[in-house]
Structure formats: C-alpha cells, structure tokens
C-alpha cells in the first residue's frame, strides 16, 4: 500500500537549463553545445551536487581550459539565470497528491547545497514537502543507494511503501533495486495517466 511519494525535481518540477544563460555568452549554437558538451560536463556538474563546493569544483575547470575561463565563471556566478519555471502541470499533480490527504511527499534531489536555497527562495511549492533531501548537503547523490536510503532512514519510510518519480532512468533502476515502486517521469500527462492506473490519484 503506497503511503508515501517521493519526487525528483529538476525536470520533474523544476525547468534547468544551462542554455538559457549561455545563450546569452555564445552568438553560435554549436560552440556553446561544444562547450556545455564537453568543458562543463554533467559529470564535472553531479561532482558539486555531490558536495564539492562550486569553488572547488570552478577553479578545477579553470585550470583544465584556462582558455575558457570567463565561461566557466560564469556557470555559478550567474546560475541563478539557468533555473526556468516551475513545471506548472507536474506541480499540480503534486498539489492534488497532497491535498488528498493519504500521502506522506518527500523529494531527493541531485543539487547542489549552496545553490539551493535560490531554489527554495523561487518557488514556493518547495515548502509543500513533508521533507526534502539535498545530495550537496549530504556530500552523496543519486543513483548511489546509500542516499535513498538517508530517506527512508531519516523519515522512516518503508521502501514498499514508497513511490519514486524522477526523470533519469539510471536513479529509477537504482530505486528499484531497493524495492521502491518507481515511474520513469516523461511527461506531466503520463505520469497522471500513470497515477491513475495505479489509484495513486
């Protein structure tokens, strides 16, 4: 019996996109692809969400492409500039999930410790959360099961009982080795159809 929801957030709630910064430092689109591709990789970026401070993580880079170092600067001087909407038809399921009553709602999240509280500032549906587990502030990310398993030790959450959300099949598989029930996120409207299958919603 499924008593508690357990949400991935960016591109599940939450709009984060690189380009939307770069686009204002690159005129051509296919250096600013070269460059995200393959100076500020996703791996040099899971690094800082798995807690090495984004100083660290910067001059790191720096010193690997010294050539591009106003670029990479610019990657968390001016981050806040990545982050989108709110996911309004994803943010509404968890509206209804939660005024339903029946469900605790929790998120784990890849993100950094010291970029987050700009996400907590933006979006107010972040203080819905019966609670939140940030990979930064425990220095350990997803899929790595020793951070799922934070949350369900910390808010007492039996696996079985759990349902897991998140956009990268690599967390889904991992969640699902430990026995949470999960939902490759593709869409809002998926997921609702999904929900509903199941009389989660």
Excluded: C
């Excluded at 492409?65 to 600067?73: K, S, W, Y």
Aim: avoid cysteine.
């Amino acid at each position: 019996m499924i008593n508690t929801i357990i949400f991935d957030l960016g591109a599940v709630l939450i709009d984060w996109n690189p380009t939307y910064m770069y686009r204002t430092l690159f005129s051509d689109e296919e250096e600013m692809k070269h460059f995200l591709t393959n100076v500020t990789t996703s791996d040099w970026n899971e690094e800082q969400d798995a807690g090495r401070s984004l100083q660290e993580g910067t001059e790191i880079l720096v010193n690997q492409f010294p050539e591009h170092e106003a670029n990479i600067r610019a990657f968390y001087s001016r981050w806040d500039e990545m982050l989108g909407e709110a996911l309004h038809d994803t943010v509404e399921i968890f509206k209804e999930l939660k005024q339903t009553g029946k469900y605790k709602i929790y998120a784990l999240t890849n993100w950094s410790a010291e970029t987050f509280p700009l996400a907590l500032e933006r979006f107010e549906f972040l203080h819905w959360f019966d609670g939140i587990v940030v990979s930064g502030t425990e220095k350990m990310r997803k899929p790595a099961p020793e951070f799922y398993q934070i949350l369900l030790d910390r808010h007492d959450v039996k696996a079985e009982d759990a349902l897991f959300i998140d956009d990268n099949y690599r967390n889904i598989l991992a969640a699902e080795k430990l026995g949470i029930k999960s939902i490759h996120f593709t869409s809002a409207e998926e997921l609702r159809k999904k929900l509903l299958s199941m009389n989660v919603l």
